[in-house]
T-cell receptor
Framework: EPEVTQTPSHQVTQMGQEVILRCVPI?????FYWYRQILGQKVEFLVS????????KSEIFDDQFSVERPDGSNFTLKIRSTKLEDSAMYFCASRRGQGLNTEAFFGQGTRLTVV | DAKTTQPNSMESNEEEPVHLPCNHSTISGTDYIHWYRQLPSQGPEYVIH???SNVNNRMASLAIAEDRKSSTLILHRATLRDAAVYYC?????????????FGQGTTLQVKP
């Protein structure tokens, strides 16, 4: 069964450092997303991406964040200068379409720890 | 997206049916009802969705009230592996980019 793959599973970084989280969405999917989940809290939407551009972003997704689809398979989330409060699980998701009756497929997440 | 209300937690015994309720009194006529679940230390996972009619798939059943103001996710025989947080999410046309808005969900505990 096709799946969304995220690497690394756990990343520890120092405050102020740049970090890149990587995702390989399902191959025939066209819509891509990043979500985050701070420990003990709910899953929060960060950004949606289609046709090589951001289609929507939340207020969490400020100038420190960027996304890219550098080739035909990877989808990355970059945090330019990490803060302690960026520590969270980050989930990548993809969809074949954005119709209301389509489902999203999530990766297993990257646990980011900022120290 | 319209708001949903779910109980914070529920308990079930293994191999018994579980009915997880969701209220969505402000649902609009074109909103789809989606259910996802999140197993411990994993990403969310799609379970089922519906619009008006009841739906069945290999994981669960979805019963939708006639007025669509509530729905119930039914796990026919709970297993220990079904212990997870279950999210009821509405998806509508307004501003649709395919994003999901998660609430707190219902934490299901399954006892052996």
């Amino acid at each position: 069964e096709p799946e969304v793959t995220q690497t690394p599973s756990h990343q520890v970084t120092q405050m102020g450092q740049e970090v890149i989280l990587r995702c390989v969405p399902i191959s025939n999917h066209l819509y891509f997303y990043w979500y985050r989940q701070i420990l003990g809290q709910k899953v929060e939407f960060l950004v949606s991406f289609y046709n090589n551009e951001i289609s929507e972003k939340s207020e969490i997704f400020d100038d420190q964040f960027s996304v890219e689809r550098p080739d035909g398979s990877n989808f990355t989330l970059k945090i330019r200068s990490t803060k302690l409060e960026d520590s969270a699980m980050y989930f990548c998701a993809s969809r074949r379409g954005q119709g209301l009756n389509t489902e999203a497929f999530f990766g297993q997440g990257t646990r980011l720890t900022v120290v | 997206d319209a708001k949903t209300t779910q109980p914070n937690s529920m308990e079930s015994n293994e191999e018994e049916p579980v009915h997880l309720p969701c209220n969505h009194s402000t649902i609009s006529g074109t909103d789809y009802i989606h259910w996802y679940r999140q197993l411990p230390s994993q990403g969310p996972e799609y379970v089922i969705h519906g619009l008006t009619s009841n739906v069945n798939n290999r994981m669960a059943s979805l019963a939708i009230a006639e007025d669509r103001k509530s729905s119930t996710l039914i796990l026919h025989r709970a297993t220990l592996r079904d212990a997870a947080v279950y999210y009821c999410i509405l998806r509508g046309f307004s501003g649709n980019t395919g994003k999901l808005i998660f609430g707190q969900g219902t934490t299901l505990q399954v006892k052996p």
